[in-house]
């Protein structure tokens, strides 16, 4: 007889990807398509861009009001990104 070593599909594809050098990237960009669930659709619609650099996402809204509340509320905006991606990818929000 044989013994069988099952492995979870999705710890494979994690292990695969991180040997690669692609889980970060991965990881960015669902953080970046995640900015409108996690913020909100109104808030959304403020938006012009979304990008990282340096563990920092930048986001550019098109209200300055908007922006000095957010501003207010950048850790938690962190940490709620952060859990939806399931990973520690950025640690600071800049508005812009």
Do not use: C
């Amino acid at each position: 007889m044989f013994r069988r070593d099952v492995k979870d599909i999705r710890e494979l594809i994690l292990r695969n990807l991180r040997m690669q050098g692609l889980e970060t990237p991965l990881q960015q960009k669902r953080l970046v398509d995640a900015w409108p669930t996690v913020a909100g659709e109104l808030i959304a619609s403020y938006t012009n861009g979304v990008s990282i650099r340096n563990q920092t996402l930048w986001v550019h809204l098109t209200s300055p009001a908007l922006r000095a509340d957010l501003s207010m509320q950048r850790t938690e905006l962190v940490r709620r990104l952060n859990d939806y991606v399931g990973s520690q990818v950025i640690t600071d929000i800049r508005f812009h």
